[in-house]
């Protein structure tokens, strides 16, 4: 295998005084100047006989860098140390087997590839893959094609098998297992596919096994299992270390005849290369038709679902918050009911009712255990749909069963009895129903009375679109409340799912033996979409022509720095002899880094060569808040391609810190204009909206917004803001007083506030000020909001780069009237509040907010807000008011409590903007647990100290 070993080395030195090549052991080349890969690897071609090179397999590495070796040291280590543990615990087949993989991994030559994804044709194409070859010992691989792929690890023959065109990585695993080619202790669940130095998981069980391609010169890693936790990382760092590999030491076995033969290779429609994403069932969430599963979608999958039969028509909108939580809310309408008997109060309006649902997963499948989840259905409703469950899942290749156990709706069939009543008398009976009054966690009744089994089967037909779906219901329909009564002949289910494309889905069924059901689903991910953008070009430092500070032109680098959408207005100042600061905020960009990194580039381009420093100063509030410090001579090396990483990877340059104060000797400022402020106007639309009301079902107002702002100083910032009304229905709305509740009527006489055309929405003066670094304070006055008027102060506490923040707000405020001018109410109150900031840490990208103290109705509580971002930038997140006021005194609703999406404008528009756009939904909004509407919140303004939005 000398020859095998031959065409996975070579050699490429680059001496101070030039580059070096040494191609194959055989052929040296060099070049006096600075010499770029593109032009190394076209004249190495041309030294390779019939220039056949397989680049997939091509090798850059660096000979002075020993960091390969020293994970290969540290594998071997770990390796002997559990060989010691199992030996030390008597288990001498898995300590003989960790002996193989020893071996294996001693048997690899591995080097360090500062560059990855070697390739001529994107050098030609594209800067970011051809960089600058620096002054180092290289070794470079450029094989032939090979027709080979490496199978290592809990293997009885490690080596390279002959590739048979087509197959997948599973087949050849699946074949080995068949014929008893694996070791004791192997992984039966995944196994790591390594094609250069993207590291891939293939699953490859009889449950979850996937259709991905095996490659020549690909190596597939089958680590081994239940390694104790102290070596928990070892098949992680294994995979690492095959990146780097650059051939063996000694001769490669190769093994024949072909594991995998032509005949043997699966067709398209197998199974195992089908899209196994999960369905909705009709309530909106994972399921089969009325029935849950265990599965999950994806997380950040966001459906929207609507189902209609005889009795129910439902709307429900379903989101993977988690990867093991869904949240699911709906509207059911009866078309055999009526809302209320009363004609003056909802007329003809079919009744609504409003619920949630939540599932969790407590464990994913496995080889031996299925999938299991437990769920809440309307576990904050009237009652109507209540039920709960436990539910598990295994798939057997294209089918994919499920069996659960229901209670409440989903046990009525009662066709077991209830497996809790072994632990206690009370779960065998349902005592009531819910309250009927809604909103309530009625958690006395869960899990309790009736049991019945459901379950079911989904069946992947060799038709990619089409799914066959099979379920036993739990569900007779004795206790539902349609207005009709409803009998079925069959607890049996059958139906099919169609994906028409990959966000639309349409499913019919034949359900209880004498219904047709019909329903179909739009969904997206949150974290898939990606805004398209026309943005101007990033800077490409030339030679600076500037000699010294002098020669350069400050007023035009800031206008560089704002038509390059990095920085707005800057100012700068000298810092010691060799720093720059600048002083400005972000101008375009969410990702601050974006921000900076475009500014660096304008820098680095007409700065002279003296300055080695830049500090980018953020100005919150025109007070230097956060200081990023990037090194000149790095950060040119970086962009320039002349490091061994790329340009995508400027941010780990870049240290943020405090920023110091404002220069205060005037021989320190390089350009300091003064303030020039002016007065800005704008439009917006709006639409807002309610569902579910007792006079319609869709309640909106749907308008346009028009607003002034202006700063008089740089503390002092005056905002006004116009409504205009072009359509609205709230003239349905009947809930017009406080005779309804017993609290103040602060939100619900909205439909008086609405019946305007023109309105003075908000006129507002407000003060900020920095307090300290990581203190501010924000005092502001007049129209707050459409419906109170008044002044209040804020202080926040927000320490740079940590994950809390302390917040406390006073408000002193009166009602407006609903004229939609200046006037007042008598009403006035005192509302404020102590906030606990948290983004924590175990669930990422999520954040807690918790608000103590008093709200509008003058009831004293905590507003509880979770949010989870995802990768797009959208936010979706639901709050909840507990304050002392009984559901009684509430009213229907029980307690404040909502949902809201928060949606980067960037996402709906054509270039890149630090603009928001949100929703909220409040389903039976009352008066108890309702919050000032402030337009600015300190904490959201300084989100750029520890980014949970902007990045």
């Given at each position: ?9 070579s ?21 006096q ?21 397989y ?36 288990k ?6 960790v002996?193989a ?23 030609r ?8 070859l ?36 599973s087949?050849?695993?699946a ?17 790591t596919?390594?094609?250069g ?13 996937e259709g ?19 070596f ?17 030491t ?7 005849p ?32 009325q ?9 950040g ?27 699911n ?16 109060f ?17 464990w ?24 709960e ?23 009525t ?18 005592p ?6 809604g ?42 409340r ?14 099919v ?11 019919a ?26 943005e101007?070009?990033?800077?490409q430092?030339?030679?600076?022509y ?5 020669d ?12 390059n ?19 400005s ?30 500090d980018?100063?953020d ?14 001579e790095?950060?040119k ?22 920023a ?45 917004t ?15 803001e ?13 809930y ?16 008086n ?10 006129l507002?003066?407000t ?55 200046t ?19 175990w ?29 797009s ?22 307690f ?6 928060s ?25 108890g ?15 750029d100290?520890?980014?949970f939005?902007?990045?």
């Amino acid at each position: 295998m000398g020859r095998a070993r031959l065409m996975l080395s070579s050699l490429l030195f680059l001496a101070s005084s030039g580059v070096t090549l040494t191609l194959n052991d055989q052929v040296e080349l060099s070049w006096q100047e600075p010499v770029r890969l593109s032009q190394a690897l076209t004249e190495s071609v041309q030294h390779v006989e019939g220039h056949d090179v397989y680049w997939p397999g091509v090798r850059l590495v660096n000979s002075t860098d020993n960091s390969a070796e020293a994970l290969k040291t540290q594998a071997l280590e770990d390796l002997d140390l559990l060989h010691s543990y199992w030996q030390q615990r008597g288990k001498e087949n898995k300590a003989r087997v960790v002996l193989a993989l020893r071996a294996q991994i001693q048997s690899l030559e591995v080097a360090t590839q500062p560059y990855s994804d070697i390739d001529i044709a994107s050098s030609r194409q594209f800067i970011g893959s051809n960089p600058l070859l620096k002054d180092a010992d290289y070794r470079l691989v450029l094989p032939p094609r090979t027709e080979q792929l490496l199978v290592l690890g809990a293997v009885a023959e490690a080596g390279a098998y002959q590739l048979q065109g087509g197959a997948t990585a599973s087949q050849y695993l699946a074949k080995l297992l068949a014929t008893d080619g694996l070791l004791k202790g192997y992984d039966r669940n995944s196994a790591t596919l390594v094609r250069g130095q993207q590291v891939h998981q293939i699953d490859w069980a009889y449950y979850n096994r996937e259709g991905f391609e095996a490659m020549p010169g690909d190596i597939l890693w089958l680590p081994l299992r239940g390694l104790p936790r102290r070596f928990s990382g070892l098949n992680q760092d294994i995979a690492e270390l095959l990146t780097q590999f650059v051939g063996f030491t000694e001769e490669t076995p190769v093994h024949s005849p072909q594991l995998v033969t032509e005949q043997q290779v699966a067709d398209a429609n197998h199974w195992s290369r089908r899209d196994y994403k999960p369905t909705r069932s009709q309530s909106g969430g994972v399921g089969l038709m009325q029935n849950p599963t265990a599965r999950m979608m994806d997380e950040g999958e966001i459906s929207l679902t609507y189902a209609d039969m005889d009795e129910y028509r439902r709307y429900a909108v379903s989101l993977q918050v988690l990867p093991w939580l869904e949240a699911n809310a709906f509207y059911v309408q009866f078309p055999n009911r009526l809302y209320s008997q009363v004609p003056g109060f909802s007329g003809d309006t079919i009744l609504t009712d409003k619920g949630f649902d939540v599932k969790f997963r407590l464990w994913q499948e496995s080889y031996w255990l299925p999938e299991f989840s437990v769920g809440l259905r309307d576990f904050a409703g009237t009652g109507i749909f209540d039920s709960e469950y436990l539910v598990a899942n295994k798939r057997f290749g294209a089918f994919d069963f499920s069996l659960g156990v229901g209670f409440g709706r989903l046990g009525t069939r009662d066709s077991i009895s209830n497996p809790f009543c072994e632990l206690s008398d009370d779960y065998c009976s349902r005592p009531r129903g819910m309250s009927g009054r809604g909103g309530q966690f009625e958690y006395d009744q869960w899990f309790k009375g009736q049991a019945s089994l459901f379950g079911g089967v989904e069946w992947q037909t060799p038709w990619q679109p089409l799914r066959v779906k099979l379920e036993y219901e739990g569900n007779d329909y004795s206790a539902d409340r349609a207005g009709v009564p409803i009998e079925p002949r069959t607890p049996w289910n059958v139906g099919v799912n169609y994906r028409v494309t990959d966000w639309f889905d349409l499913q019919a069924s034949y359900e209880r033996g004498d219904t047709l059901m019909f329903n179909f689903t739009l969904s997206t991910n949150f974290n898939g979409i990606e805004p398209i953008r026309v943005e101007p070009r990033k800077v490409q430092p030339a030679a600076p022509y500037a000699e010294s500070l002098d020669d350069v032109n400050w007023s035009q680098m800031s206008r560089d720095l704002r038509s390059n959408y990095a920085l707005a207005n800057a100012r700068f100042a000298m810092d010691g002899e060799d720093t720059v600061r600048v002083f400005s905020s972000p101008r375009r960009y969410r990702d601050y880094d974006e921000n900076v990194e475009r500014a660096a580039r304008i820098l680095a381009d007409q700065l002279p060569e003296t300055v080695t420093t830049y500090d980018i100063v953020d100005t919150e509030f025109f007070a230097p808040s956060i200081s990023t410090r990037v090194d000149a001579e790095a950060f040119k090396a970086r962009i320039n391609f002349e490091d061994e990483q790329g340009p995508e990877q400027t941010a780990e340059l870049f240290e943020r810190s405090k920023a110091d104060a404002y220069p205060e000797n005037e021989e320190d400022w390089l350009f300091n204009p003064d303030y020039r402020f002016r007065t800005r106007f704008g439009a917006k639309p709006f639409f807002n909206q309610d569902f579910g009301s007792p006079e319609d079902f869709h309640i909106y107002q749907l308008g346009i917004t028009g607003f002034a702002r202006r700063w008089f100083t740089p503390n002092l910032e005056v905002f006004g803001e116009l409504g205009f009304n072009i359509a609205n229905n709230y003239h349905k709305f009947n809930y017009v007083s406080d005779t309804q509740d017993d609290l103040p009527p602060v939100r619900t006489n909205v439909r008086n506030y609405v019946e305007n055309d023109v309105w003075l929405d908000s006129l507002q003066a407000t003060y900020f000020s920095q307090i300290t670094n990581d203190l501010y304070g924000m005092a502001y006055g007049g129209y707050i909001e459409r419906m109170f008027g008044g002044a209040g102060y804020e202080m926040v506490y927000r320490p740079l780069d940590k994950s809390w923040a302390i917040g406390f707000d006073i408000n002193r405020v009166r009602q407006r009237n609903f004229t939609g001018g200046t006037g007042f109410h008598d009403y006035e109150t005192t509302t404020g509040f102590v906030s606990l900031y948290y983004q924590m840490p175990w669930l990422e990208d999520t954040m807690l907010q918790l608000d103590f103290g008093r709200f509008l109705a003058g009831d004293d509580g905590v507003n509880m807000t979770f949010q989870k971002r995802f990768d797009s930038g959208v936010t979706a997140g639901a709050f909840a008011a507990l304050t002392n006021v009984s559901s009684e005194e509430y009213g229907e609703g029980s307690f404040t409590k909502g949902f809201f999406i928060s949606i980067p404008f960037d996402l709906m528009s054509v270039r890149p903007t630090r603009q928001r756009v949100g929703m909220t939904w409040i389903p039976l909004a009352r008066n108890g647990g309702r919050q000032l509407h402030r337009r600015v919140r300190l904490y959201d303004a300084l989100d750029d100290r520890s980014p949970f939005y902007n990045r």
